[in-house]
């Protein structure tokens, strides 16, 4: 069992910055997959970003591609998201979220596990 608590969010200007960190317990952290979804008032959940186990593998939704970052420290079982150039439109509720590696699936798909979310506000 994997638990994560994210951490982060707030309310910040259009062109600001905010990094959004994921805690997880247990001993198992460095062997999943890793990745942060997006939910707006009114949509569907959509996939921000996803980082392999090891952190060779990174991927990312075309809309945030450039602007965001996401990485891990496996040392600390904390992944990250730093948002940079933010938008408007990047106002949700941001989730991380995990699964193991006998989850044969896509970047987008097979999460296990998922946090709480943290609201993330960006002002125009």
């Known amino acids: 069992q994997v638990q994560l608590v994210e951490s982060g969010g707030g309310l910040v200007q259009a062109g600001g910055s905010l990094r959004l960190s994921c805690a997880a317990s247990?001993?198992?952290?460095?062997?999943?997959?890793m990745g942060w979804f997006r939910q707006a008032p009114g949509k569907e959940r959509e996939f921000v970003a996803a980082i392999s186990w090891s952190g060779g593998g990174i991927y990312y939704a075309d809309s945030v591609k450039g602007r965001f970052t996401i990485s891990r420290d496996n040392a600390k079982s904390t992944a990250y998201l730093q948002m940079n150039s933010a938008k408007p439109e990047d106002t949700a509720v941001y989730y991380c979220a995990a699964k193991s590696p006998r989850v044969v699936t896509g970047p987008r798909s097979g999460y296990e596990y998922w946090g709480q979310g943290t609201q993330v506000t960006v002002s125009s």
């Open positions: 247990g001993r198992t952290f460095s062997t999943y997959s």
